[in-house]
């Protein structure tokens, strides 16, 4: 066997069209990179540009990284160019070309990579097909999850045991066997592909089928949030894993901190704040409300007793900077005037937001980055799931970890153009003055969000459980990349 501390593995990354997706992997490969590994990423143009800067920080340090863009699609799809990735699709149509480019790309993606022979694969979950790849190259291959143990767990019991049958309406409550906490959920709740034959169900069970053919899988989440569902999911699945996350933080920690790179202006908002106060309110990169339904968040925010900072993602622009038509009369005027909250239209600064002693709370879709972004910070949570695993996500926190309340949505939607049912702006008053208050259960939510901190940094650390698993994960793939038959 040639020796595996000198040899250098040759990694290549392949990371989903989705910045969910796409950042934590590009994280991942960032991690590889600075322990030595020759990284080549594989991608498009307009979806490097989401992570160019960190790329030429990284090659700034010295390591071996780059990234090889296909060009995506996008005049046979019949959509503008630079709309390559699904936070840019402002309507179902448009989501769905963008699903229909990515698969057009395979046959390149593979020959790229045929040709690049590398060591290994470390693919997106919605990549199965580079199972079959890393097989005909005769090299391992690892398949990414950006997710949790839970999300895993759950669905795979619902599938088992299909307690979801056996109720008489979508409201109606049933408890999900065999898992090491008691689960309950509502039919509501649950993915389509879980209720019906989809085509998302059969992309899912190709994945499946994939992690079972897979060297392993990499997870990002910290053991230590889930050490329950982690040895749950290790039993039933019978595959190897690593759980390698934070990634956000633990790639690049400096970012957390508010003193580098500048203040931005939301951050120098929070400085006139009082500690503890400010409601954080933001539904990530994708999800989009329709007016209704942020209407009705804007009656709830200017009726509270506590500042905000709400981060608003529409579907169309508004150019010419006019009102609104979802915003009451005078709304904005009336918030600035009196110091109380700060709208943001697109991009913010969300780790920075987070880790600012001012915020007291963060209302959330419960998308997995965001959540690790908000634990690692110690910040507690209003829950407000969506779509995708997210109501599973829910259920690890504020059953399993305790670090927040739910604002009571209960409605699955199949896509990220949110538009009914409206979770009414009582409802979200009630759960914000649940969680920013003086009780005994909203300190004891805090408490618990800053002992969740406490042990996502320690898992970064050098000894740390998701340090060691980085490590070790890069020697299992040297050690088979560079193993020798005798």
């Known amino acids: 066997m040639a020796s595996v501390g000198a040899a250098k593995l040759h990694a290549l990354f392949l990371p989903y069209f989705a910045p969910s997706h796409m950042i934590p992997l590009v994280n991942v490969a960032r991690l590889f990179a600075a322990q030595g590994v020759k990284v080549t990423i594989l991608t498009t143009k307009y979806n490097a540009v989401l992570f160019q800067s960190s790329i030429a920080h990284a090659t700034g340090l010295g390591h071996d990284i780059s990234v090889h863009n296909l060009k995506f699609p996008s005049a046979e799809l019949g959509i503008p160019e630079g709309i390559e ?9 448009i989501l769905w070309k963008v699903y229909m480019g990515v698969m057009h790309l395979q046959p390149a993606m593979e020959e790229f990579i045929e040709e690049l022979s590398p060591h290994c694969i470390i693919s997106d979950m919605f990549y199965p097909w580079t199972v079959d790849l890393a097989e005909k190259l005769k090299i391992p291959r690892i398949l990414f999850y950006p997710n949790n143990f839970i999300s895993h767990c759950l669905p795979h019991n619902l599938r088992e045991y299909e307690p979801h049958k056996s109720v008489k309406s979508d409201s109606e409550r049933f408890l999900i066997p065999g898992l090491p906490d ?22 899912l069970r190709k994945v499946r089928a994939s992690a079972l053919r897979s060297f392993g899988s990499a997870f990002d989440t910290v053991y230590e949030f889930e050490p329950q569902y982690a040895d749950y999911f290790g039993k039933v699945k019978g595959t190897k894993y690593w759980t390698i996350g934070p990634l956000f933080y633990f790639s690049n920690k400096e970012k957390t901190d508010n003193s580098a790179d500048g203040k931005d202006g939301c951050l120098n908002w929070l400085d006139t704040q009082a500690p503890n106060r400010v409601l954080y309110v933001s539904f990530g990169s994708i999800a989009k409300f329709g007016d209704a339904q942020l209407h009705e968040i804007a009656i709830a925010l200017e009726a509270l007793n506590q500042p905000f900072i709400w981060v608003v993602r529409k579907r169309e622009s508004n150019p010419d900077g006019q009102q609104e038509s979802w915003l009451p009369d005078g709304f904005e005027e009336r918030i600035t005037k009196g110091n109380k909250g700060l709208i943001i239209r697109g991009w913010a600064p969300q780790l920075k937001i987070l880790n600012h002693p001012a915020i007291g709370g963060f209302m959330t879709h419960c998308g997995w980055n965001s959540t690790m972004e908000a634990m690692t910070a110690g910040v507690p949570l209003i829950s407000w799931p969506l779509f995708a695993e997210q109501f599973y996500n829910e259920k690890l926190l504020l059953e399993v970890l305790k670090v927040g309340v739910s604002v009571g949505a209960d409605h699955y939607h199949a896509s990220p153009i949110i538009e009914d049912p409206l979770v009414e702006s009582k409802q979200i008053q009630a759960a914000i003055n649940r969680l920013i208050s003086s009780s005994e259960e909203s300190q004891e939510i805090r408490d618990r969000a800053k002992e969740m901190a406490a042990l996502a940094k320690r898992a970064v650390e050098e000894g740390g459980s998701s340090y060691q698993n980085l490590l070790d994960l890069i020697d299992a793939l040297k050690s088979c990349a560079f193993s020798v038959n005798s």
């Open 85 to 93: 990735n699904f936070s840019a699709a402002t309507t179902t149509e």
């Open 182 to 203: 008691r689960i309950e959920m509502k039919r509501s709740q649950l993915e389509d592909h879980m209720k019906t034959e989809t085509p998302l169900a059969e992309v």
